[in-house]
């Protein structure tokens, strides 16, 4: 996403700041204009950049626990920010690595609704009047006898439009050890978010569409295969599964379902990353020898653009990345490689959401459900 500057002094800051390290300001970001606000006195006055007041006060999860710096419609019938509302349960706060836990999910949701509402998608966290559809919830749940044990029971997944998410994941060294036994390259909360929420929006606009269905088997393959054998074969020790460049992560190659979900959360991290690197005004020029053509300018709209703009800015950009990361004596930061299939999965994703965006506009239902 673009950088935001504090409304008082202009500095830039991150996302997830609550307070200006620069002015000592007190920050809400508000979603209505996309931008931080301060507080402008003691209590209750919300100001943006240009000195405009507005009736808004921080999300009730900010005043309770500290956890969110997203303002609210003081207007409105509830006092949860638009992430926030989506809580179906949170954690028990009583064990002492739970809040912190708890507020580095947090953060990483605030990233994922912050892309959906950019790119326009539905989202509800209350059943419609003559909706099909499941609303989209999450728990966030921990089991402390069970980490412990080194057994745990709780999995991240999604059904029936609830994400539910273990507390486990925003331990950094056990979400390593994971990853390195499941072997993947990329493995991060926000990840997580952005492939479940992938499957939620599978069963909300093709699963029940002939003719969606048709065109996605047409790519991803046949979703009525049977699941519970895909998976028992993915991680079975005589798994004959192969990473191909037809698939854009190992765990893609179980299942179809899998497939569309590690795809769509792929198309998340692009635009994200563009978006980024366009907020920026990040741009490379074309080197001396360079024969690959490594120069991109970020000057279109990432939430907007067509699959092949992406997809060109995406590779100048990410061999950029890694050269950075490597100077550093990290691992490469984007670890992947777009082939033609791979565009083409791709591209089916952007105009799944073009097609939403047009035919079903966002509906924000308020509750005041904690």
Not at 132 to 138: D, E, G, K, T, Y
Not at 171 to 193: C, K, Q, S, V
Request: net charge negative; charged share 25%; proline share 5%.
């Amino acid at each position: 996403m673009r950088p935001h500057a504090c409304p008082n002094c202009r500095r830039l800051n991150h996302f997830e700041v609550r307070v200006c390290p620069g002015c000592q300001a007190t920050l809400g970001y508000d979603p209505e204009i996309d931008a931080f606000r301060f507080l402008a006195d003691a209590a209750t006055v919300w100001r943006d950049g240009d000195g405009r007041d507005a009736p808004v006060w921080a999300c009730a999860n900010n005043n309770d626990y500290q956890i969110c710096n997203w303002l609210v419609d003081a207007g409105g019938p509830t006092t949860l920010c638009r992430a926030c509302r989506h809580n179906r349960t949170i954690p028990d706060l009583s064990a002492p690595s739970v809040p912190a836990r708890w507020a580095k999910i947090e953060e990483a949701k605030r990233r994922l609704f912050h892309e959906l509402i950019k790119l326009g998608l539905p989202m509800e966290n209350t059943a419609q009047p003559g909706k099909a559809h499941a609303s989209l919830v999450f728990d966030f749940l921990y089991d402390a006898a069970a980490e412990q044990a080194g057994t745990p029971e709780i999995f991240t997944g999604h059904d029936g439009g609830v994400i539910t998410l273990n507390l486990i994941e925003a331990d950094d060294a056990a979400r390593e050890r994971i990853r390195n036994a499941m072997g993947e390259p990329y493995r991060t909360l926000l990840g997580h978010f952005r492939h479940e929420v992938g499957h939620y929006y599978w069963s909300r606009f093709i699963e029940h569409d002939s003719a969606e269905l048709t065109a996605f088997r047409a790519l991803f393959g046949d979703e009525t295969a049977d699941y519970q054998k895909a998976l028992q074969a993915h991680y079975s020790a005589d798994g004959m599964r192969i990473w191909t460049d037809d698939f854009v992560s190992y765990y893609a190659t179980m299942h179809p379902w899998e497939d569309f979900a590690e795809t769509f959360a792929h198309y998340l991290h692009i635009v994200d990353v563009l978006a980024t690197a366009g907020g920026f005004d990040l741009s490379l020029r074309c080197l001396p020898g360079d024969s690959v053509g490594l120069e991109v300018d970020v000057d279109f709209d990432p939430y907007h653009a067509d699959i092949q703009e992406l997809a060109s800015a995406m590779e100048p950009l990410s061999f950029a990345m890694n050269a950075i990361n490597r100077s550093m004596g990290q691992a490469d930061l984007y670890p992947f490689h777009l082939s033609d299939v791979i565009v083409a999965k791709l591209g089916y994703v952007e105009k799944l959401i073009k097609r939403v965006r047009a035919e079903d506009p966002p509906v924000i239902h308020l509750s005041s459900a904690a």
